[in-house]
């Protein structure tokens, strides 16, 4: 096409065309060629190498974890059991304050996120 024409005018020249052509009928042959080649065409590739080195490296990066896990020292699980213990209790002990602002967090939110609408719909 032109370089120098415009979008509108090359949408508009390709509709002319599209228009005014006559059409030709479809050839008979069509559907058996067009099977031929979906049934021998060459199937796209699903999975890459990069998947499986991908997949490769996180099964050994869990493998590592759980290794690591199972031949701790039994003074180091015992710590971080009673270490996790403090934490859900200190969770607990705290969480008085915690649901009341978790609901005024959300009440307002929604506000936030509902009066705007709302000042639309009245202003038309």
């Keep these: 096409m032109d370089n120098r024409l415009t979008l509108q005018e090359q ?3 390709v509709e002319d065309a599209l228009k005014t052509f006559p059409l030709a009928p479809m050839p ?3 559907t058996p060629n067009v099977m031929a080649r979906i049934q021998t ?3 796209p590739t699903i999975v890459m190498w990069n998947d499986f080195a991908l997949s490769l490296v996180i099964a050994v990066c869990i493998g590592a974890i ?3 896990f199972q031949n701790l020292p039994a003074v180091a699980v015992m710590e971080f059991r009673k270490q996790s213990i403090l934490l859900a209790q200190g969770f607990l002990v705290n969480a008085r304050w915690l649901v009341p602002s978790t609901m005024f967090g959300l009440a307002s939110l929604f506000a ?3 009066i705007p609408y709302l000042g ?3 202003m038309k």
């Design 28 to 30: 008979r042959s069509i």
């Design 41 to 43: 065409g060459r199937r």
């Design 66 to 68: 759980l290794f690591a």
């Design 112 to 114: 936030a996120l509902t």
């Design 11 to 13: 949408d508009l020249l």
């Design 120 to 122: 639309r719909q009245l």
